[in-house]
């Protein structure tokens, strides 16, 4: 009995750590991979952040929960520090921290700046794609 209660507890363990399906995971900003993604024409997600920042604090479980949007799905995610990467702040034109772009290939289609609110930042995002 005690080894059947083991091989229980040893399957969910396996079946609780495997997602339902795999989301998009935050890569960190690289010029040449974001160039990539751009000509091949991807959805590309752009997280302007800072560590400092409360209001980015307040976005990432919005932006983590709209990784699993089936129109995110093959979306690439992108982390761009604030405090860092000061030649994308300025090619982009970025006022600030807690940013938000979505690019379609070259194109930007959508930027959102300081929302905090679910809906509206699910809505500016998902209306760039």
């Known amino acids: 009995m005690t080894r059947l ?3 229980i507890l040893l399957i969910l363990a396996m079946l609780a750590s495997v997602p339902a399906f795999a989301s998009p995971t935050w890569s ?3 010029a040449a991979s974001f160039a ?3 000509a091949q024409g991807k ?3 752009v997280d302007i952040h800072a560590t400092w ?3 980015c604090r307040a976005q990432a479980p919005i932006l983590d929960a709209l990784r699993s949007e089936p129109r995110l799905r093959n979306a ?6 604030f405090d860092k990467e000061k030649t994308f702040l300025r090619e982009h034109r970025i006022p600030r921290q ?3 772009l979505v690019f ?3 194109q930007e289609t959508a930027r959102s700046i300081a929302e905090t609110r679910p809906e509206q930042l699910r809505a500016a995002v998902l209306g760039g794609v």
């Open 43 to 45: 959805t590309i997600v």
């Open 36 to 38: 990539r993604a751009q």
């Open 104 to 106: 379609r290939g070259r």
């Open 98 to 100: 807690s940013t938000i």
């Open 5 to 7: 209660i083991q091989k």
């Open 76 to 81: 690439v995610f992108v982390k761009v520090d």
């Open 53 to 55: 920042c409360p209001t």
């Open 28 to 30: 960190n900003y690289s």
